[in-house]
């Protein structure tokens, strides 16, 4: 049971990997970043602490020459060779990198030496202490003998090697110790910033994965809803296929029952008839609208741009929707213009578009006019439909052409409508690199007007 369970472990382990590798792999950069940072931040700091105790032993040779130098006739004088040290001690005071100068000249006939002039006064006239190191820094004459020490002030460095006469002879020794205490307060202080750059950087990569774990929860919502469109997409669209063919039936049927003379039916039979043909209709522009806006929204309403007359293209919806407005006792008014008005676009959307207008402007006026205007100019055919209906408020404006929208008060309780039929208008004016802009007052009336580009010559 315990070797299923840590089985199970792995396998849903490797699952999580393989579905969240971005994840992971963000993980592994919030490690290995941080190493690699810190990892080279040694590297540096090292090498740089290295560099800095090479600069100071070339700092210790040089001085050591330049004061065997001043020293070279003054052996035999050790007063002089202490002022000598004392003048050094002054002139670096400032700086403070020389934390020792002693001076050892030969015991005579005896071995080792003893310190002849010091800038630690103490020590002036005692056995030099070590006499190893000296003895070591005797036989070589040219390299002498250095090392790094510590104690309680901090690090420095200590050499020793060999003074000689202005006769290149072998005089004494000069041991130097120079303060690494500034190189050192300056790496530190690197390392110290290092610290906390690193500590930003690993804040950073945490919240570049908090933010990506966020991403990815978002792109997985994004990816659901992309496969709920599409599924409500390929519903809709079956639903609305399967919905056409019965009501193409109703359709014929009710076209057969009115046409039959010999039924006899009675008044109120004819009025069900006249009804169920109105809600086959209704249906029907419903099961349209939605095809359209699953195409719509599907990116698959197929548009082919052509360029033809715009005013003809408009005479002739007039003709097909005139009889609405006979039947409502309405004006409906075409003011064609004079010479042609060629557009690029497609025409029977087009078409669609001019009767959708025309269509709302009859159905939400109740009496009056309907004018339908076109002119071009800047490049672009403007055609105007301005009706004398209800109107509309300026909040309704601004929805107007949202899907599902209806303007709901008194007027428009019984006029029949999905609110899709603008929403769809606009979309396809937009595929056409068209515009659908609205005037509206309420109780006065409401001017529609379409923009299209005009062809080019």
């Given at each position: 049971m315990a070797?299923?369970?840590?089985?199970?472990?792995?396998?849903?382990?490797?699952?999580?990997?393989?579905?969240?590798?971005?994840?992971?792999?963000?993980?592994?950069?919030?490690?290995?970043?941080?190493?690699?940072?810190?990892?080279?931040?040694?590297?540096?700091?090292?090498?740089?602490?290295?560099?800095?105790d090479k600069i100071t032993l070339n700092k210790e040779l040089v001085l050591s020459r330049v004061i065997n130098n001043l020293m070279a006739d003054y052996f035999g004088d050790p007063a002089k060779l202490q002022s000598i040290i004392d003048k050094i001690m002054r002139d670096d005071k400032d700086d403070g990198d020389i934390v020792e100068i002693s001076v050892l000249l030969p015991k005579s006939g005896e071995q080792g030496f003893y310190v002849a002039a010091s800038s630690n006064r103490d020590d002036v006239g005692k056995d030099s202490l070590y006499f190893t190191q000296d003895a070591l820094a005797w036989s070589k004459p040219v390299e002498g003998v250095g090392g790094l020490s510590n104690n309680a002030a901090g690090r420095f460095w200590r050499y020793t090697r060999v003074l000689l006469t202005n006769k290149s002879q072998k005089a004494g020794l000069i041991r130097m110790s120079l303060s690494l205490n500034d190189p050192d307060e300056l790496v530190n202080r690197v390392i110290t910033n290092s610290y906390w750059i690193l500590a930003a950087i690993f804040l950073f990569v945490v919240l570049l994965i908090a933010n990506q774990a966020r991403f990815l929860v978002f792109a997985l919502m994004v990816t659901k809803m992309k496969e709920v469109d599409k599924m409500k997409d390929t519903f809709i669209s079956m639903a609305s296929h399967e919905l056409r063919s019965p009501l193409t039936a109703m359709r014929g049927y009710l076209e057969l029952l009115r046409d039959k003379k010999d039924l006899n039916l009675d008044a109120e039979a004819r009025h069900y008839l006249e009804n169920i043909g109105i809600s086959v209709q209704r249906l029907g522009s419903l099961v349209e609208d939605i095809l359209e806006v699953s195409r719509i929204e599907g990116n698959r309403l197929p548009v082919e741009i052509s360029d033809f007359d715009a005013a003809v293209a408009v005479s002739r919806c007039i003709e097909e929707i005139k009889s609405q407005a006979v039947q409502k006792g309405l004006a409906l008014n075409w003011q064609a213009p004079a010479a042609p008005v060629p557009v690029r676009a497609d025409e029977s959307r087009f078409k669609q578009i001019i009767i959708n207008l025309v269509s709302n402007a009859i159905k939400y006026t109740e009496k009056g006019v309907v004018d339908v205007t076109m002119s071009a100019k800047n490049g672009?055919?403007?055609?105007?439909?301005?009706?004398?209906?209800?109107?509309?408020?300026?909040?309704?404006?601004?929805?107007?052409?949202?899907?599902?929208?209806?303007?709901?008060?008194?007027?428009?309780?019984?006029?029949?409508?999905?609110?899709?039929?603008?929403?769809?208008?606009?979309?396809?004016a937009r595929k056409m690199e068209g515009n659908i802009t609205v005037e509206s007052i309420e109780g006065v009336g409401s001017h529609f007007t379409l923009y299209l580009p005009l062809a080019i010559k």
């Open positions: 070797f299923q369970g840590k089985s199970n472990f792995f396998v849903e382990t490797a699952s999580f990997i393989r579905e969240n590798a971005v994840i992971v792999y963000s993980l592994v950069l919030l490690v290995i970043i941080p190493a690699a940072f810190l990892y080279n931040n040694w590297f540096i700091n090292d090498r740089y602490g290295e560099a800095i672009k055919m403007a055609l105007v439909v301005a009706d004398t209906g209800i109107g509309m408020s300026a909040e309704d404006q601004g929805k107007l052409f949202q899907k599902f929208y209806r303007i709901k008060n008194a007027k428009t309780a019984d006029i029949i409508g999905t609110g899709l039929g603008l929403w769809i208008t606009m979309e396809i």
